[in-house]
């Protein structure tokens, strides 16, 4: 039903500290955006969907979006507004500017996502991450700062399935050297397994090389039905080719379990179906690895091995160039940092260049990718499946 | 393209200062939108939109519809995601279900919207309000606070048109009176033209009676494809026909004009092309009167009649029962209250009920209805189309 709709293009502003306000981030992924697809001009742009999570708080900037078109020079007419689901923000935007495509009620949306969380006001940032989860009950239970969760989810982790500290760090050393080469990730340089394991502790068994940082930065891609990405565009089509996303609990104290993600499970399958692939067709994956054991039970729940094998996934190279599906091949998470609602985005942008075959490192012959956001303590997840195919 | 989509159902909580949490109003909300549709269950909404604007300073919380679907005993595979345009939130997030579903990419979307404002920590919704503009220019020079910038475009268009304090007043008096039967509405009480001009000076020429008051409240609706309406309802369907939502400035300083509103010109004609209706097919609307003259403006520039002639258009009861096109039937933001979020939510369950034959009182005959949403300091409009017809 519908007609068909491709990421045409995508830019990001360098992530990491910086001394930029929200909108000078948002301006400078736009501009990126913007080269990256040079037959397109912001006056073709007929939609505009923000995704970010702290605004309000960090920037007390509300109403966000048609700041942003102004700063970009669009003038939407169909849609103009900002998304929020945390973490998830902006893929978000992308299955909600693919359904407004797709229906045939807008034909150019770009879709950008980003935080400024570096500001002189830092409680600001601070309240706003107690309502991570149930603010009333998990926040107020200092449950709404993540670190103390993914703990209590590696340990139980750890504890069922026998996965090692060393399996962690391992994700963290495979993503550190894949964000070596991306030249607007937080961290471009490359860590050791012993660094990994010797680092401080932030919540053990999580290290400091087991967390993603605070990070400033902002995306941005542009969305468009297929007729018009012919118009604009000579590289090779990607399509979106199916999404979901999901939650059944929000209060960590709902979860059905800590180490198997149910919610995940749903929109993956969501996802699959629409798509009409499976697990196994994936090329190339970009997951949210927010703390290094979320990226091995995502190996599990979205059917990349069996569960309980994340952990030995990762130690057989599995998940890295050459493996049965590279995960994070932009430096993910852990590398490239975790401005909110720039996650979503910047996962898209990296998928849209492994199938266009120009990214930094290429997974040879990719036609199918993946990208998956987590969002809170884990109550919501989203996934989006890309191919070369429609 | 795509499929035909309905609204199907909707329900508010009380509006006014409630003792009660955001949780509660959503809940009491739903609860009443579910009671509207009693063919549906919760266990049938495969799709969450929460519409809010200030969760995250006012409630401290943010990732806001996990929690809301997780309250309502929803749990959403395709959406479950917030969406955010200030005073526009709620509408947006119909445009944005009204994409997933007429797309196929959901079925049954639940869309809610709501605030709770009256909070110890007041200083938070005055920090939020600050961020209306653009927080770093209008807010800083006191523009964040809505109340001086409608009077600076009441004080224009006196000038430019000879609209008068009685013809404000005027405005006031019929949505009190219509808001006198809503038996959810904050205000429940009619008022006299006497007492709209003798009320206490807000910031001239608006006095108490032109302002739109704060608001705890929430409100939400059911949309689904045409075909699974058809299986939770008998009563007549009301299709969405057609969408808007345009931006040509953010910053006050650069708005085309104060007094003709070109993004709800280009947002209203948007939304008749799509609908393949003109201004003269509405026969019911119920737009942004946030303040008095917001409702004038809005006769104008939607094309109810010509500009310069809203002033005369209330005088002579056009926009009242019995009118061109009565306006603000069930007493609109000055009588119901404005919790941002919940706006436009209950705008589109006035029209159903307006459509359906059974509003509190009839338009009688109506078949195609419209609402208007604006949002920030008049920097973005929100226009939806309904019908019997498709």
Known sequence: MGRNVCIIGGGMSLWGVRQATARDLYQEAGKACFDDVPGLSNKDVDGLLVGSAFTERSNFQTHLAPLVAEYLGIKPKNICCRVELLCASGSSGIILAYGLIKSGLADVILVTGGEKLYTPQRWEVFYSELGTGDHDFDGAQGLGLPPPFFSMVAQKHMKEYGTTEEQLSMVSVKNRRNGARNPKAQFQKEITLEDALNAPPIVRPLKLFDCC??????????????????????????????????????????????????????????????????????????????????????????????????????????????????????????????????????????????????????????????????????????????????
């Not at 998940?319 to 985005?345: E, Y």
Request: net charge negative; aromatic share 6%.
């Open 213 to 390: 940082p605070v990070t400033d930065g902002a995306a941005a891609v542009i969305i468009a039905s297929e007729e018009r990405a012919r118009e604009y565009t000579d590289k090779p089509l990607v399509y979106i080719k199916g999404t979901g996303q999901a939650s059944v609990n929000n209060a960590s104290a709902n979860m059905p379990s800590m180490t198997t993600w149910e919610a995940l499970k749903i929109a993956s399958q969501e996802a699959y179906r629409k798509a009409g692939v499976k697990p196994s067709d994936i090329d190339v994956a970009q997951t949210h690895d927010c703390f290094t054991i979320s990226e091995i039970i995502e190996y599990e729940d979205l059917g990349f091995c069996e569960k309980g094998e994340g952990g030995l996934f990762v130690e057989e190279g599995r998940s890295d160039f050459g493996g049965d599906v590279p995960v994070n091949t932009d430096g993910g998470l852990l590398s490239c940092g975790h401005p909110f609602g720039g996650t979503g985005i910047r996962q898209a942008i990296e998928i849209l260049r492994q199938l266009r075959g120009d990214a930094f490192k290429q997974v040879e012959g990719a036609r199918t990718g993946l990208t998956h956001n987590l969002s809170g303590l884990t109550a919501a997840h989203t996934v989006l499946i890309y191919g070369r195919d429609v």
